[in-house]
DNA sequence: ATTTTATATGAGGATATTATCATATGTTCA
DNA sequence: TGAACATATGATAATATCCTCATATAAAAT
C-alpha cells in the first residue's frame, strides 16, 4: 500500500470507530468523567455484551483507555480532541439542517 | 426511536460517509477547488463506477454538491468545516504515534 | 469451596458495505 | 442518424459489521 493510501486508511478507521451511534453515546457519557461497564449498561441502556464490545472498539482505536479496580473495569477518554471532531460534526449538520428547513419554507411560500 | 438517539444515527451517518480511504483521498482532492469525475479518475486512480458511488454516498451525506456542464459532472465541498474534522483527527492519531514512539523508544533504553 | 458479581469473548446468523462488471442514460460531434 | 464520450446505475459476489446468546474468566463474598 502506497504511503498516503496507508494514511488515509489510518484515519478511516478512526472515523470508523466513531461511525456508530451507540459508541457516540458512550463517548458523550464520557465526556465529563469516567465510568465503570456496569455503571453504563445500566444508563446508555446497551446490553452488558455489545457494549463491552463497543468499549473494545473505542479502546483499539485509541479513544478511549481503562483502568481496573477489583472486578470493576473504568473508561474514560484518552484524548479530549476527539470531543472537537463531534462537536465539528454537530455544527455542520446544524448549518445544513437549518439550510434546509430555509429551503422548506421558502418554496411552501413559493407554491402558489 | 428515541430523540437522542436519532441525533446519535444522524452524526453517525455523517462519520460513516466520510469513513472510506477513497472518500478521503477525494475529500484531500476537492480541498483546493472542484474537480470533474474524469478528472479525479485520472489522478485518484480510482475505478469509474467505484468513485462515482463515493461520490455519490458524500452528497447523498451532504458533504460535496455537484454541477453540470455539458456531460461533465463537476464536484466540490459544501462545507468547509469537514476538513476541520479531518484535521482534528490528523493531529489526534500524530499524538497517539508520538506517544507510540517515545514509548518504543524508551522502553528500548530501559532494555538491559 | 461454592456462589455471586463484573466484564470479556466466541459462535451464529442477520444486515450493511464494498468492488467489479456490465449496461443504461444522456450529450456531443461527425 | 449513429458513434463516441462522461457519468450513473443495477446485479452479484465478497467482505465487514453488528446483534444476540451462551459461555469464559477472574475476583469477591458467603
Same mark, same amino acid.
Given at each position: 500500500?502506497?504511503?498516503?493510501?496507508?494514511?488515509?486508511?489510518?484515519?478511516?478507521?478512526?472515523?470508523?470507530?466513531?461511525?456508530?451511534?451507540?459508541?457516540?453515546?458512550?463517548?458523550?457519557?464520557?465526556?465529563?468523567?469516567?465510568?465503570?461497564?456496569? &455503571?453504563?449498561?445500566? $444508563?446508555?441502556?446497551? #446490553?452488558?455484551?455489545? =457494549?463491552?464490545? !463497543? %468499549?473494545?472498539?473505542? *479502546?483499539?482505536?485509541?479513544?478511549?483507555?481503562?483502568?481496573?479496580?477489583?472486578?470493576?473495569?473504568?473508561?474514560?477518554?484518552?484524548?479530549?480532541?476527539?470531543?472537537?471532531?463531534?462537536?465539528?460534526?454537530? &455544527?455542520?449538520?446544524? $448549518?445544513?439542517?437549518? #439550510?434546509?428547513?430555509? =429551503?422548506?419554507? !421558502? %418554496?411552501?411560500?413559493? *407554491?402558489?
Amino acid at each position: 500500500m502506497a504511503g498516503e493510501e496507508l494514511v488515509f486508511k489510518v484515519k478511516a478507521d478512526l472515523l470508523k470507530s466513531l461511525a456508530h451511534p451507540s459508541r457516540l453515546a458512550i463517548l458523550e457519557y464520557l465526556k465529563k468523567k469516567e465510568a465503570s461497564v456496569g &455503571e453504563m449498561v445500566i $444508563k446508555l441502556g446497551i #446490553e452488558q455484551s455489545g =457494549l463491552s464490545k !463497543h %468499549l473494545s472498539v473505542l *479502546k483499539q482505536s485509541g479513544i478511549l483507555s481503562s483502568r481496573q479496580e477489583k472486578v470493576t473495569v473504568f473508561y474514560s477518554v484518552r484524548d479530549k480532541d476527539i470531543f472537537v471532531v463531534l462537536r465539528t460534526i454537530s &455544527e455542520i449538520l446544524m $448549518k445544513k439542517f437549518r #439550510e434546509g428547513e430555509y =429551503l422548506l419554507q !421558502h %418554496l411552501a411560500r413559493a *407554491k402558489p
